[in-house]
């Protein structure tokens, strides 16, 4: 079956991401269809080369593809920090500032990044854009009790937002059972770095989706299965 040109990027870069594993190393692993193909790649390494790692997922969707392809997992709470971490995103800049949450994990993956050393973002090219949130929402973390008091201070920084739903009937929940509000600024976000201390000041807010400072190395995929290098 021919793969269609889009998932080709997205293989070429998730199982490139997967060769910066090396032997005794605790790895996050992110969430997202892209890092499916580094899953998939680490477990082959593991068969064929022997090796050894800790994986320390960022979804319980990752724990279960994790588990199933038979690499081994650790907790949070036997971790004080994380030798590099592989993770997607739904949109990059050049100032490797990042849109992630697409597949609600913001929260996970942004605690996973920030006890990282290294951290490498693997996408397609459509994800690398010039501005944030000109394309792709951004997604925004929100205890269900406070989601009217947080959608209108969300409304007041000039954005409108749609709660996130499963199957059109009922709020989509995080992993941490809170929803989502996917917001969108017209004309992008102008300063991700702003806005996102400013979601931060907002109770009821657990999460941005604004990954600011936290990306390190970008492997960008294309479609004849070449794979770029970008670092910070």
Known sequence: MKIPPVSRAKEAAGRAAAELVRDGMTVGLGTGSTVHFTLERLAERMRTEKLALRGVPTSLDTERKARALGIPLVGLELVESIDLTLDGADEIDANFDMIKGGGG?????????????????????????????????????????????????????????????????????????????????????????????????????????????????????SDDGRVQTRER
């Open 105 to 221: 994990a913001l929260l996970r993956e942004k605690v996973v990044a920030s006890l990282s050393r290294r951290e490498v973002i693997v996408v397609d090219s459509s994800k690398v854009v010039e501005r944030l949130g000109v394309r792709f929402a951004l997604p925004v973390e929100v205890v269900p009790f406070a989601r009217a008091a947080v959608s209108r201070r969300i409304a007041a920084l000039g954005a409108t937002w749609t709660v996130r739903m499963r199957d059109g009937r009922e709020p989509a929940l995080t992993d941490n059972g809170n929803e989502i509000l996917d917001c969108r600024f017209a004309g992008g976000i102008a300063c991700a770095a702003a806005l996102e201390r400013e979601l931060d000041q907002i109770p009821g807010v657990v999460e941005s989706g604004l990954f600011i400072g936290l990306a390190h190395v970008l492997l960008v995929g």
